[in-house]
C-alpha cells in the first residue's frame, strides 16, 4: 500500500536527483564537449554543436612539447607519486605510533597535527621560499613534494590513526603472546588489514598533490612547473583558444577523476573512518 | 603484568622511531616556516643582489595595515566570501546528501556523480568557469539569452560586484560534492533504530529531520563548517586564473593579497604581516568552532 503522499516524497526526490545531476556534470560535459570541437563551431551563434564536426585535435596541439603542457603532466606525475609513496610510509609509521605504541606525548603532536589544517599556505610559503631560494632548490621535484608532505602528511596520520584505533587490541595481543616483536606485529598483522584505507589515504594524497596550485606557482619555475601550471599559463596566454584551453584542463583532470571513481569506495570509506569518527 | 613491561619499553621506544621522521618532516616544513613568517612580518626585507637583508620594522608593517584602503576592502571581501560560501555549500550539501542518502539515491552512480567536481583540479575547474562565463561565447551568456532571461551578453567577469558573485558560485561548485561527501558519511553513522522509534512514536519526516537527523549530524556538519570556511578563506586558484583580482582589484581576497604583496611587489615583511592576519583569523575561527563541538559530553574516547 503505497500512499499518495509516499508517491510525491518519491516524485520530489527523483526531481532533486535529476538536477543535482544536471548541475554537478553539466559543466564537465560541456568541457569535454569543447574541448573536442573545433574553433570555428564553438564561435559561432548559437555554437555549431554538430557531433560530426567532433576532432582530437585541440589534444594534439596542446600535447605538442613547444606548449609545456605535456612535460607538466609529467612532472605532477612524479611528484604526486613520491609525495603519496612517502607521505604513506612515514605517515602510517607515525599514526601507528599515536594510535599503539603508548608514545609520549602524543595528544600534543595530535593537536600540532589538527592545528597544520588551520592555517594558510601563505604563512609558510613566504619563509620556505626564502630557505629553498637560498638553498637552490627552488623548482626542483624534491622542493614541492617536500613542501607537500607538510600538508598531507597530517591528513594520512590522522585518517590512519582511527582506522589503527579500530583494529582489535586482541589481535596484537595474540601476536605478541606468541612471541611476535611490536616492528612484525606491525608488519605482519596491522598492515595487511590495513591495506583499504592505505590506498584510499595514498589516492586522496596523489589527487592533492597533482591538483595543487598555491606552492607550484611560488616554489616553481621552469624545470619542474605541474600539469595546473601549464594550463593556467595557457590559459593567460592563448585565451582565445577555447577548444585548446579546455582539452588541456580536461588532460590534467583525466588521471585524478578516474582515480577517484575507481577508488570511489576506498574513498569514501576512508572519509567515513577517517574525517567523521576521527 | 612485570613481563609485559620489557615488552612495553619496546613499544615505546619503537613508537619514538616510528613517529621520528614524520615529525622531523613536520618541523623543518611547518613549524620553522610557522614561527620564521612571525618573525618575518616584523622585519622588513631587502632584495640586495642575490642575497637578502633584514632591517627590524618592529609594528609598521601591521600599522600600515590598518590604515590600507585595500587591505581592509580585501579582508571585508573575504569575510562576506567565506560567510556567503560556508552557507550556502552547507545548505547545499546537505539536500544532496539527504537525497544520497534516500533509497532512491543510493545508487553508486550518484556517487560517482559527485566525485566528478570534487577531484577536478581546481585550475581545471577556473579554466572551466572563464569558458563558461566569457562574455563573448560563453554558454551561460547564450542560455540566459536563449531562455529570454536576458537581451544582451552580460561581461561576467567586468563589474566589481558582480565579478566577485561568480567566483564565488564557481567556487561554491566545486565545494559542495566534498562536504556533502563528508555529511553523507555522517548521515549514514546515525543508527537506523534511532529513526524507526521516532516513526513509532508517530514523528513525521521533518520531526524525523529535526530531532534525529540534525542532532546525530551535529560534530559532522560543525567539521564541515569549520573546514569549508578555511578552504573560503585561502581561495586562490579562482582568482589567478579568472581574474587576477580585477576589476580595479575587487576581486582581491586577503590569500591573494598576501601573496601579491610578497611575490609581485617583494614586499615580504608586509605579505607575511597579512598571511599573519589570515592565520589569525582561520585559527579564531577554528577556537570557535572546537568550543561549539565540546559541550556536548562526546567523550569516547580518551587515550
Redesign the interface.
Known amino acids: 500500500m503505497i500512499s499518495y503522499k509516499h508517491q510525491l516524497?518519491?516524485f520530489f526526490?527523483?526531481m532533486?536527483?535529476a538536477i543535482?545531476?544536471c548541475?554537478?556534470?553539466g559543466?564537465?560535459i560541456?568541457?569535454v564537449v569543447?574541448s573536442l570541437l573545433p574553433l570555428t563551431a564553438?564561435?559561432s551563434?548559437?555554437?555549431d554543436l554538430n557531433p560530426l564536426n567532433m576532432t582530437l585535435e585541440n589534444y594534439g596541439l596542446v600535447l605538442d612539447s613547444s606548449r609545456g603542457l605535456f612535460s607538466g603532466l609529467i612532472n605532477s606525475f612524479i611528484i604526486a607519486t613520491f609525495t603519496s609513496a612517502v607521505g604513506l610510509v612515514?605517515?602510517s609509521?607515525?599514526a601507528?605510533?599515536?594510535a599503539?605504541?603508548?608514545?609520549?606525548g602524543?595528544s600534543l603532536?595530535l593537536m600540532?597535527?589538527l592545528a597544520?589544517?588551520?592555517?594558510?599556505?601563505?604563512?609558510?610559503?613566504?619563509?620556505?621560499?626564502?630557505?629553498m631560494s637560498?638553498m637552490g632548490i627552488v623548482d626542483t621535484h624534491f622542493a614541492l613534494i617536500?613542501?607537500y608532505?607538510?600538508f598531507t602528511?597530517?591528513i594520512v596520520?590522522w585518517i590512519l590513526k582511527a582506522f589503527f584505533?579500530s583494529v582489535p587490541m586482541e589481535l596484537e595481543r595474540a601476536a605478541?603472546v606468541d612471541g611476535a616483536?611490536?616492528?612484525q606485529t606491525?608488519q605482519h598483522i596491522v598492515l595487511p588489514i590495513s591495506l583499504p584505507p592505505l590506498f584510499a589515504t595514498g589516492v586522496f594524497v596523489f589527487?592533492e598533490a597533482?591538483?595543487e596550485?598555491?606552492f607550484a606557482?611560488?616554489l616553481t619555475r621552469i624545470n619542474v612547473k605541474t600539469?595546473?601550471?601549464a594550463?593556467?599559463e595557457f590559459?593567460?596566454q592563448y585565451q582565445t583558444l577555447?577548444g585548446q584551453?579546455?582539452a588541456?584542463?580536461?588532460l590534467?583532470?583525466i588521471p585524478?577523476?578516474f582515480?577517484?571513481?575507481i577508488f570511489?569506495r576506498f574513498?569514501?570509506e576512508g572519509?567515513?573512518e577517517g574525517?567523521?569518527?576521527a | 603484568m612485570q613481563q609485559n613491561s620489557e615488552y612495553n619499553r619496546r613499544r615505546i621506544r619503537m613508537g619514538i622511531w616510528f613517529s621520528a621522521p614524520a615529525v622531523i618532516v613536520l618541523l623543518t616544513v611547518l613549524a620553522y616556516p610557522i614561527l620564521a613568517s612571525w618573525v618575518l612580518s616584523f622585519l622588513r626585507v631587502y632584495f640586495a643582489g642575490q642575497g637578502l637583508s633584514f632591517r627590524f620594522y618592529g609594528l609598521t608593517n601591521y600599522t600600515e595595515l590598518l590604515t590600507n584602503q585595500l587591505f581592509r576592502e580585501a579582508l571585508l571581501r573575504s569575510i562576506y566570501f567565506t560567510l556567503v560560501e560556508v552557507i550556502v555549500v552547507t545548505f547545499l550539501a546537505l539536500i544532496v546528501a539527504l537525497l544520497l542518502n534516500h533509497p532512491l539515491g543510493r545508487h553508486a552512480f550518484f556517487r560517482v556523480v559527485l566525485l566528478v567536481p570534487w577531484a577536478l583540479a581546481p585550475v581545471a575547474n577556473a579554466v572551466l568557469w572563464k569558458w563558461i562565463y566569457n562574455a563573448n561565447y560563453g554558454i551561460l551568456n547564450q542560455a540566459l539569452i536563449g531562455l529570454g532571461i536576458i537581451d544582451r551578453n552580460i561581461i561576467w567577469l567586468g563589474s566589481p560586484v558582480l565579478a566577485l558573485n561568480m567566483i564565488l558560485l564557481a567556487d561554491i561548485w566545486k565545494a559542495v560534492p566534498f562536504i556533502a561527501l563528508l555529511l553523507l558519511a555522517g548521515l549514514q553513522n546515525i543508527p537506523s533504530h534511532l529513526y524507526k522509534a521516532a516513526r513509532l512514536d508517530g514523528a513525521n519526516a521533518w520531526q524525523q529531520f529535526q530531532h534525529v537527523t540534525l542532532p546525530g549530524l551535529k560534530t559532522t556538519l560543525i567539521i564541515s563548517i569549520v573546514l569549508q570556511s578555511i578552504w573560503a578563506l585561502k581561495v586562490f586558484d579562482l582568482i589567478y586564473v579568472l581574474t587576477k583580482g580585477s576589476p580595479a582589484d575587487s576581486t582581491v581576497l586577503l590569500n591573494y593579497l598576501s601573496w601579491r604583496v610578497t611575490f609581485s611587489n617583494l614586499d615580504v615583511g608586509y605579505g607575511a604581516a597579512i598571511a599573519n592576519v589570515l592565520f589569525v583569523l582561520m585559527f579564531i575561527l577554528s577556537l570557535v568552532y572546537i568550543r561549539a563541538l565540546r559541550p556536548r559530553k562526546t567523550k569516547e574516547k580518551v587515550g
Not at chain 1, 599503539?100 to 609520549?104: E, I, S
Not at chain 1, 597544520?116 to 630557505?131: D, E, N
Open positions: 516524497s518519491r526526490v527523483r532533486g536527483l543535482f545531476t548541475v554537478a556534470l559543466p564537465v560541456w568541457a569543447t564553438l564561435t551563434r548559437p555554437p612515514i605517515g609509521m607515525a601507528y605510533a599515536l599503539r605504541l603508548n608514545m609520549p602524543s603532536i600540532m597535527i597544520t589544517q588551520m592555517f594558510p599556505g601563505i604563512v609558510i610559503a613566504i619563509p620556505l621560499f626564502l630557505v637560498r617536500l613542501v608532505l607538510s602528511l597530517p596520520i584505533e605478541a616483536q611490536p616492528l606491525f589527487i597533482w591538483n596550485f598555491f606557482i611560488i600539469a595546473p601550471i594550463i593556467a590559459s593567460g577555447y584551453m579546455l588541456s584542463a580536461v590534467a583532470s585524478v577523476v582515480l577517484a571513481i570511489r574513498i569514501l572519509f567515513v574525517a567523521i569518527k
